[in-house]
DNA sequence: ACCTGAACACCGTTCAAGT
DNA sequence: ACCTGAACACCGTTCAAGT
């Protein structure tokens, strides 16, 4: 009852459910073409001659997502702002794309594209190049600017499995330097959440508070300023929140909000280092 | 140009903006009335005399808010779905709510009214009950349970400033907790988000998996199993994927997807917290 | 004071039809 | 093979009107 069984989650997982009979004219893009990076090529490449009379194709409807969500946020997006972009109507788009989910989880994994392409395994040996500590820190890094550079992101990685090419580059990067840091299996797969979900959550706030400002027209500081004027804090709390308090102090001293936030996410990485440093020490002696 | 500046993002902030003039009728709800807990009730105890033709008010809507949450997901909720829900029509709830935005913070913070009131500070001296390490791990634990219980939470936690009265209290106890590990107040701020985003994320991914299974009515382990059947993984990178082979193997040998989670929240947490310790043991001594 | 109906300006998506 | 127009079933919100 109730449509056709949907267990697809990902425009990256083969077609499931009303699996062989298909539904429609233009579905199944993509059936295991998807290992090389230029996936989102597959349908266009297959009729390369006579060009589209509108020039229209998967990659440049993606590239174009990508740049209308950096521009005006994924509220404001829609298949018909999209389509008018590319001066088209909204339905052409669905030659291309299933759904508008399916078109926001290609622009995902596009974007993921832009971290710097890591050497693979098996490279140098294990003990030269930087320390784990510092890859760790650059991967954490890179992956905060990321989200902070497109805030639509954030909101994506929670609804998609995000298991594209590039974004399984970059999940292969983290366990690799997991790997490295001589914590078991067992425990390297209780790090890499600890670390990146921390990641996920800060530059989540971060890249949040600054499309807020920038959609008001205001620095962050004196958005800041502002919120915490127009919060009146339960007189019965007000001891409690120091930081809070503390925060404003150091603004008060020439501190800017950037500054601040850029110690205390060195402090938790330290941190984060430091507990994998510790249980590294406290696990039985492994090869 | 385009709308009168509007700063304004939450509800539990004084009204800004077109300061003074206001632009209607129905507007102004909680005006500095917000301090205690009952704050929804403002409009409603003002007309006590007489009961509402329909019996609505502002605690019974977002109470029914948060039921139609829980049962239906974020994406299905509306203002028409909701008044339905109440047997009015959806402008009637624009009498006690000026947008479903607010609404949908007011449903946000009473949600996090579902903690365990913990004692304030002050109460019994500071070495005495639970330590810090037992009582962060059940205010973690909470927190996940929560993200898990009500995965709608998540979403609306990254967009709007939850600083309702219920989620004070949460917060504040997670300072209190990080005043006693003995860090300084500026790494208490960093410690603070390392802990906590790290949870969000967790309770983030395994709410969010968990109701995709409800949805399709699988079995987590069913459908674990059937999204790793589907999907191809890019030959070059399977062998870096240690992680979710082990899983399988795992699962293969009994174990279930939960269990095999709570095992990696636990060791996240050991290393969030022998980090903290690190961190307090390098620190110059204070007090 | 509280509630409604009609209307506005949007959505994503389907479907039959055009070239 | 590719694109369109019209239509369906929705949205959040406003506004004038009812009681």
Redesign the pocket.
């Known amino acids: 009852m109730a449509k056709a069984a949907r267990t697809r989650i990902s425009v990256w997982l083969e077609n499931s459910g009303t699996a062989g009979t298909g539904t429609?004219s233009g579905t199944g893009a993509g059936s295991g073409t998807g290992t090389s990076t230029g996936a989102g090529a597959a349908?266009?490449t297959?009729?390369r001659r006579g060009e589209?009379?509108?020039?229209?194709d998967r990659d440049r409807i993606t590239e174009a997502t990508a740049k209308l969500l950096d521009a005006e946020g994924l509220a404001?997006?829609?298949?018909?702002?999209l389509?008018g972009e590319l001066g088209?109507?909204?339905?052409?788009l669905?030659?291309?794309v299933?759904?508008?989910?399916d078109l926001l989880e290609l622009a995902l994994d596009r974007v993921f594209g832009e971290f710097p392409d890591r050497a693979a395994a098996g490279g140098p040996g294990p003990d030269v190049g930087p320390s784990w500590q510092t890859e760790l820190r650059e991967l954490a890094a890179e992956y905060r600017a990321l989200l902070v550079r497109h805030p639509w992101v954030s909101p994506l990685l929670g609804n998609f499995l995000n298991v594209g090419p590039h974004a399984l580059r970059f999940a292969a990067a983290v366990q690799r330097v997991m790997a490295r840091t001589g914590l078991s299996p067992a425990a390297q797969r209780g790090a890499i959440p600890s670390v990146f979900q921390f990641v996920y959550g800060f530059g989540t706030v971060e890249g949040h508070f600054r499309q807020r400002c920038a959609e008001v027209g205001m620095e962050q500081d004196e958005y800041f300023r502002k919120a915490m004027a127009e919060f009146t804090m339960p007189p019965e709390m007000a001891e409690t929140f120091q930081h809070t308090e503390r925060v404003m102090e150091e603004m008060d001293s020439g501190e800017t909000v950037e500054q601040i936030r850029d110690r205390d996410f060195r402090t938790a990485l330290d941190l984060q280092i430091a507990g994998i440093e510790a249980l590294v020490a406290r696990e039985p002696d492994r090869g």
């Open positions: 429609g349908r266009a297959r009729t589209q009379p509108s020039g229209l404001k997006f829609s298949m018909r702002r389509a088209v109507t909204a339905m052409s669905y030659w291309y299933d759904t508008k989910d």
